[in-house]
T-cell receptor, first 114, second 112 residues
Framework: GEQVEQLPSILRVQEGSSASINCSYEDSASNYFPWYKQEPGENPKLIIDIRSNMERKQIQELIVLLDKKAKRFSLHITDTQPGDSAMYFCAASYASSSFSKLVFGQGTSLSVVP | GPKVLQIPSHQIIDMGQMVTLNCDPVSNHLYFYWYKQILGQQMEFLVNFYNGKVMEKSKLFKDQFSVERPDGSYFTLKIQPTALEDSAVYFC??????????FGPGTRLTVL
């Protein structure tokens, strides 16, 4: 299958706390897992990604974890700020030969309240 | 980060007419994609394009859809004829390696 499930669909956190978004995928051949942030009326922006040869990656306040056995990956935003409020989409690449496409999760609407 | 441009940003068209959406990908990128996003939902893959050819298309990529990139200029998505259900935001993306994809600002298409 090619589905990517993403939870929660809505997430509201207090400024300064952590936010976590979880995704699961079906195809064990997926090897690339990006995360996109999309603000209203804007394009999705790549914020962090992880490949299947890694279990953890951190860029500043963003941490992604990958559990290949469970086919799950997650995004953790530490010390959230109001500017982190946006839609977040996880994705998994599905490659037929070397031509990949991204299959996206349903999105998480994150609100960071002061 | 790398910038992908899309023209126009909005397009309103009558059902049955033809529309062409234009994408100016990142200059050294080799892989090109179109995705469709209906309001409030995720992006859905339509088609990928490499070396002048369609490599894969989804079931959303109907017979009325076509893509091309003549002479390395704009990467275009043409819909002929348009239908009401084609109303959506269409995002172009490009990639150097086929993994990291950078998205344009989208074209909001409204079919009346």
């Amino acid at each position: 299958g090619e589905q990517v499930e993403q939870l929660p669909s809505i997430l509201r956190v207090q400024e300064g706390s952590s936010a976590s978004i979880n995704c699961s995928y079906e195809d064990s051949a997926s090897n690339y897992f990006p995360w996109y942030k999309q603000e209203p009326g804007e394009n999705p922006k790549l914020i962090i990604d992880i490949r299947s040869n890694m279990e953890r990656k951190q860029i500043q306040e963003l941490i992604v974890l990958l559990d290949k056995k469970a086919k799950r990956f997650s995004l953790h935003i530490t010390d959230t700020q109001p500017g982190d409020s946006a839609m977040y989409f996880c994705a998994a690449s599905y490659a037929s030969s070397s031509f990949s496409k991204l299959v996206f999760g349903q999105g998480t609407s994150l609100s960071v309240v002061p | 980060g790398p910038k992908v441009l899309q023209i126009p940003s909005h397009q309103i068209i009558d059902m049955g007419q033809m529309v062409t959406l234009n994408c100016d990908p990142v200059s050294n990128h080799l892989y090109f994609y179109w995705y469709k996003q209906i309001l409030g939902q995720q992006m859905e893959f339509l088609v990928n394009f490499y070396n002048g050819k369609v490599m894969e298309k989804s079931k959303l990529f109907k017979d009325q859809f076509s893509v091309e990139r003549p002479d390395g200029s704009y990467f275009t998505l043409k819909i002929q004829p348009t239908a009401l259900e084609d109303s959506a935001v269409y995002f172009c993306a490009s990639s150097l390696t086929g993994d990291e994809q950078y998205f344009g600002p989208g074209t909001r298409l409204t079919v009346l």
